[in-house]
């Protein structure tokens, strides 16, 4: 009785499977037609307009459309992110300088970072992605942030 029973189950189990199963394709075929985003960033830390107490500030990113990962591995359609504090924006098509006074790399595919020692008054915050090579996404994927250190 308990297998029979079991049996049954597994059956209905079965049908749903498939016709999920049938439903799913067209579904997922559509998706990338339709809505592929362009990679995008935003800074979710700093908040815009936030003030920082203290010299340490704390930077949280998140990618959207991109996956992020390290830049070492070099596998196309990748990308990680950079960070510009208080300083403009490299030329677009060519790769980020390496051991620039206020532009970090955050090449093992973090999407955190904490700049110490920040001095007190106003600042701004780039976000920036870019491929393994640090040459900048195609269209510019950047998000600007204005926060206050307060000491
Ligand atoms: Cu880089």
Redesign the pocket.
């Known amino acids: 009785m308990m297998s029979r029973m079991s049996t049954l189950a597994s059956g209905v189990g079965l049908v749903a499977l498939v016709a999920s199963g049938l439903a799913a394709p067209a579904a997922v075929a559509q998706a990338p037609a339709k809505a592929a985003p362009a990679p995008s960033v935003k800074i979710m830390e700093p908040k815009q307009g936030a003030t920082v107490a203290g010299t340490m500030v704390d930077v949280v990113l998140e990618a959207q459309g991109v996956e992020i990962a390290p830049?070492a591995e070099h596998r196309a359609g990748t990308a990680?992110?950079?960070l510009f504090l208080d300083t403009d924006l490299t030329a677009a098509d060519v790769?980020?300088p390496?051991g620039m006074p206020g532009i970090v790399?955050?090449?093992k595919g973090q999407s955190k970072y904490m700049f110490d020692g920040v001095a007190p008054g106003p600042h701004r915050l780039i976000a920036l992605l870019?491929d393994?090579?640090?040459v900048p996404l195609k269209p510019l994927a950047a998000d600007t942030v204005r926060f206050t250190v307060k000491p």
């Open positions: 830049a990680h992110h950079h790769a980020i390496v790399h955050l090449g870019a393994p090579n640090h």
